[in-house]
């Protein structure tokens, strides 16, 4: 019932800006936080950087000061910015949400089908 629809990537030069977007739609009761994760060829899928309810955040070392994660709770979406792109940031960035279908029903995690950001001169 839950779909995941991430959109914004493409191909950029180092020092570029990027920005993703996806939007969650279906059987939604609430949506606890939201997330992007990201994996190269080779390496295991990494979180990037993650959003929470009361707006709390995380990113991970390699990002921080160069990516802005935000969230529009009213639209089911979450934003990443990317700024001064550097090749190493290449991948498959993935969309992830928690997300309690009914009232009493259990919290799961979902996925998007990912989407690809090349960063190459």
């Known amino acids: 019932q839950v779909q995941l629809v991430e959109s914004g990537g493409g191909l950029v030069q180092p020092g570029g800006s990027l920005g993703l977007s996806c939007a969650a739609s279906?059987?939604?009761?609430?949506?606890?936080?939201m997330g992007w994760y990201r994996q190269a060829p080779g390496n295991q899928r990494e979180l990037v950087a993650a959003v929470w309810n009361g707006d709390s955040t995380n990113y991970a070392d390699s990002v921080k000061g160069r990516f802005t994660i935000s969230r529009d709770n009213a639209k089911n979406t979450v934003y990443l910015q990317m700024n001064s792109l550097k090749p190493e940031d290449t991948a498959v960035y993935y969309c992830s949400a928690d997300i309690k279908a009914t009232m009493r029903g259990t919290i799961f995690q979902y996925w998007g089908q990912g989407t690809q950001v090349i960063v190459s001169s």
């Open positions: 279906g059987r939604i009761f609430s949506i606890n936080g």
